[in-house]
Each structure stands twice: as structure tokens, then as C-alpha cells.
């Protein structure tokens, strides 16, 4: 058998094949994205992406990079903003998967009611924003957020990483265990250090910094490090309480599972992905008890919650889509927002804010769950749809880049869109060929 003969362009970066549209079409392929893009699963720019790096599917399963590619691009770029979501910008004809809408009838207890067709692939610049002004009856495009699928169901974490055969055996001497037992309460002691947690290399003591009016989160930590055997205090600062659990092999493991600063912290794989809710619930329960807010505004059950980490913000928007629920992403210049203490100023830097309303984040927290009939978002079984809120094209010039993976496609800041190397161009372009 000969290799199949096709007419058009052949792609310099990729080998792809494809007839083109028009004479202006590039000799490789339109489909990529500038480098501050992150892909999620390495939650890494797509820039600093390699072979091998762990990325989400649409399906939701974790797979791996084959390649990464990049070339130069002077052009112009389609800037897409959904509801909740962090913005993504892309080449104009690559693919992303969209759920569009339309309006089939109307009632007196509601304005309409919608109709969600299945998910499919189209080029960026081929998007509408919800809702579109020039047909009543369509309701625009949803981008998608998958949930992704459990993969790990341990009850133990080993510890033997973080210490050598004689930690150990002092482990051993001292009626330790070589292992981090994964339970409810463990699982909840994770949220909250990522939210209010520090670990120090020095003295080796995991710390969490609680204020004045927390005492019973601070009794808690010590309740649930002295079950795990460790040597725990309280110390009182000046504006908050420290609560301390000593251990080297701990505080060694705590700075790799959750990161060595605010703008580093993240969520482990073995709470992400992990198949038993209870671990993961319990997490995210931890997670808003350090860090979040929530109250009733307007009839409305509300949580709120802020980093500096973009993504920590990711994760747990993907991590509340698990749950079934939805975090909206907010980008939020913090710097605007200035304290004073002991005489000095202080202000921040950029930050996201995340926002739940009604649903099981606000369940969590113990806030009565009032249903939303106008939620901007539709759960699915297997994915959220958001609608898009804003599309314009943005003048762009330097390097873009696609990867190509296992699935075939990847997330996006946790939007779904297809990959370089796609054997969709081949089905969908009918490009005609001979043996």
C-alpha cells in the first residue's frame, strides 16, 4: 500500500495534511495558543510544557504530553471570557469543544426554556456569546469544564520519600508509622493548611497561622496531631494563634504535597483524584474554613473564597465541578485593597477570587442549599457548560503553542479544546486522496 496523495499544504511543525481554505492559509497549522495559556493537569503555562507532562482530557481522565510545538504568529487572536471562567485566547480556527443552546418555547413561570445540544468541536473564531442579540431564539454557546475521574482510592500515604532507612527506624523506635493514614479528618487538616498552613526546613514543624477567634480549628489540629502521634502546641503571636505539629519528615512532605509559599500552594493528586467523595469534601470543608466566607445575601446561600496561587484557584474550581458545583473565577488586583500594621502599609498583588452560590460548596459550610433556577451555568453528568460572556478578536504577535496528547485533546484553564495532530482534520476537512 502507497502513501495516501493529497492535495493542499503539509504542515512544517506536525506533518499534518490539510486543504486550504483560502491562499493566505499558513504553512503550519492555525491551532495553537500564546504561552500564558495553562494547561490543566501540570497546571504549567503551555510554554514551559514538555513531553510526559500530565494533562486532563474531555473525558476527564489524567493522561500525558507526546509533544509540544510552537511557531511565530503575527496576527490577530480570538479572546473568549465565560462565565466564571479565567479568559482563554486562541488562534481563530482552533478547535474547541462548545454545547450550543436555543430556546424551543416559553412559559409564564419562566422567561423560556432552554435546550442544550450535544458537545462538539468548532473553531474559536466561529463562537457567539450568550445571549445572541440578533436571534431571540438562540441562546449562544457553552464552553465545558469535564469532571475529571477518580484514579486513586489509598487509605495510606507512604512517608519513606521524605526520610531515609534510619528516620525510620526512629519512626519505629518512637511507635510511629511510615505512612500518613488518608481519612476524614486528615483529609480536612490538608484544606486548612493549604488555605492557612507553612511549614518550616529548619525546625521541621508544620504550622498553622489561626486568628484569635479560631481557637476551636486550633484544637482540632492538635486533637488530630496527637492521634497521629506527633508533638503538638499552641502558640500565642501578637494578632493570632500558631498551632504546631513537630516533624521533619511532615514538614518536609507538606512543603512538596501543597507547595513552599502562597503563590505555590496546590491540591495533591492523591486528594484530586482520589474516588472516595468523603476525602475530598472533607478537603475542600478544611480549605473553606481557613480561607473562605459565606453567608445568606438575598435569599441566597453565598461562599467566597480568595488566593494569590492561579493555580490553587484552578484546581479548586475543577475540584468544585467534581462535587458537582460551580467556583467562579475572578481575577482581582489586590493592591487596590490597602491595611495598615504597626504603622506600616500594606497592599498585595493580583489575586482570584472564587464565588459559589447554592449548592454543595454552601452545603458544606452548613448554609441551608436553596435551589437556583437561573443558574448562568448546566450541569451535566459528565461536564458543567458555561455560557460565553464576551468574544473580540486581539492583535498578537510572537510564539504560540499546541501540544499533542494521549486523548487528543486537553483543559485549557479547565476549558476543553482539541489538540495538535487531531485525527479530525482528516474526517472533517474531506480532503480527497488516492492509493
Not at 506533518?15 to 501540570?42: E, L, Q
Not at 466566607?293 to 488566593?307: E, H, L, M, P
Request: charge should be positive; aromatic fraction near 10%.
Amino acid at each position: 500500500m502507497g502513501k495516501i496523495k493529497i492535495e493542499g499544504y503539509v504542515c512544517e511543525r506536525c506533518g499534518h495534511k490539510w486543504v486550504a481554505r483560502n491562499k493566505k492559509t499558513p504553512i503550519v497549522c492555525p491551532k495553537c495558543f500564546p504561552g500564558d495559556m495553562v494547561v490543566s493537569g501540570a497546571y504549567k503555562r503551555i510554554s514551559e510544557f514538555a513531553a510526559g507532562e500530565s494533562v486532563f482530557g474531555f473525558s476527564g481522565e489524567l493522561g500525558s504530553t507526546k509533544e509540544v510545538f510552537s511557531h511565530d504568529w503575527n496576527g490577530e487572536l480570538v479572546e473568549i471570557r465565560a462565565a466564571g471562567c479565567l479568559p482563554i485566547r486562541a488562534t481563530p480556527e482552533h478547535k474547541i469543544f462548545r454545547v450550543h443552546c436555543i430556546q424551543i418555547s416559553r412559559s409564564k413561570k419562566r422567561k423560556f426554556s432552554r435546550k442544550f445540544l450535544n458537545p462538539e468541536l468548532i473553531d474559536a473564531v466561529y463562537l457567539k456569546k450568550s445571549p445572541v442579540s440578533e436571534n431571540k431564539n438562540d441562546c449562544g454557546d457553552y464552553l465545558i469544564i469535564p469532571k475529571i475521574k477518580s484514579t486513586f482510592s489509598g487509605k495510606k500515604i507512604p512517608l519513606i520519600k521524605f526520610t531515609t532507612s534510619h528516620g525510620l527506624k526512629v519512626l519505629e523506635g518512637k511507635h510511629l508509622k511510615g505512612y500518613l493514614p488518608l481519612n476524614k479528618d486528615v483529609a480536612w487538616m490538608f484544606g486548612l493548611y493549604v488555605a492557612e498552613g507553612f511549614s518550616t526546613s529548619e525546625k521541621g514543624d508544620v504550622c498553622f497561622c489561626l486568628g484569635k477567634h479560631e481557637e476551636k480549628l486550633a484544637e482540632k489540629i492538635v486533637r488530630i496531631g496527637l492521634s497521629l502521634g506527633l508533638k503538638t502546641r499552641i502558640v500565642e503571636v501578637e494578632t493570632a494563634n500558631l498551632a504546631h505539629l513537630s516533624s521533619r519528615i511532615y514538614s518536609r512532605a507538606f512543603r512538596e504535597w501543597f507547595g513552599i509559599s502562597a503563590k505555590t500552594k496546590q491540591i495533591p493528586s492523591f486528594i484530586m483524584l482520589h474516588a472516595d467523595k468523603r476525602i475530598y469534601e472533607s478537603f475542600m470543608k478544611g480549605y473553606l474554613e481557613g480561607d473562605g466566607c459565606w453567608g445568606v445575601s438575598d435569599g441566597r446561600a453565598r461562599v467566597n473564597a480568595s488566593t494569590v496561587s492561579e493555580k490553587l484557584a484552578l484546581q479548586l474550581q475543577l475540584l468544585s465541578v467534581k462535587m458537582g458545583d460551580f467556583f467562579n473565577i475572578t481575577k482581582v488586583d489586590f493592591s487596590k485593597y490597602k491595611s495598615n500594621f504597626k504603622g506600616r502599609t500594606i497592599c498585595g498583588g493580583a489575586g482570584f477570587l472564587l464565588r459559589a452560590s447554592a449548592g454543595k460548596l454552601s452545603s458544606l459550610v452548613g448554609l441551608k442549599n436553596i435551589p437556583r433556577h437561573n443558574k448562568s451555568y448546566k450541569i451535566f453528568k459528565e461536564h458543567i457548560a458555561v455560557p460565553i460572556k464576551s468574544i473580540k478578536m486581539v492583535n498578537y504577535s510572537g510564539k504560540v503553542f499546541n501540544i499533542q496528547t494521549e486523548e487528543g485533546n486537553y483543559l485549557v484553564n479547565n476549558i476543553a479544546v482539541k489538540n495538535c495532530k487531531s485525527p479530525y482534520w482528516n474526517t472533517k476537512r474531506k480532503i480527497r486522496g488516492k492509493l
